[in-house]
């Protein structure tokens, strides 16, 4: 098993789970995180809705003469991720974003302050 997102970074980790005779799928998300492009809000709702299109073909395809027959149980699914994968899923798991919190913290962080550029 090997994956072109999981790198060598996370490659062990898909080995390791899918030694263990899990159904390893790693997604590669195609995004830019340069701050000067204001980017980011727009993975905080494409990279879920890839994930969940992800697992709507994982279910397509563990049915009844799909490339998972036998293989994938989509009753016992598990994800992970690290950082914005973490963020991604914790929104697919269900997860609700705090709009409300957000803004009051953007009204009140500073222009210096390290996390201002989550705000632009």
Do not use: K
């Not at 492009?37 to 073909?57: E, F, G, K």
């Not at 929104?91 to 705090?98: H, L, N, P, R, S």
Request: charged share 15%; with cysteine.
């Amino acid at each position: 098993m090997t994956s072109q997102f999981a790198g060598p970074a996370y490659e062990w980790l898909a080995e390791h789970l899918a030694s263990y005779g899990m159904v390893v799928i790693a997604h590669e998300h195609e995004e830019q995180f340069d701050p000067e492009l204001n980017m980011l809000w727009q993975t905080a709702v494409t990279r879920p809705a890839d994930i969940h299109a992800l697992l709507a073909y994982v279910d397509q395809e563990s049915g009844v003469g799909g490339s998972l027959e036998v293989l994938a149980d989509t009753d016992s699914v598990a994800m992970v991720g690290h950082s914005y994968g973490g963020y991604t899923a914790l929104v697919e798991g269900g997860a609700q974003i705090d709009t409300a919190g957000f803004t009051t913290r953007c009204e009140n962080t500073a222009a210096d302050d390290p996390g201002a550029w989550l705000c632009g």
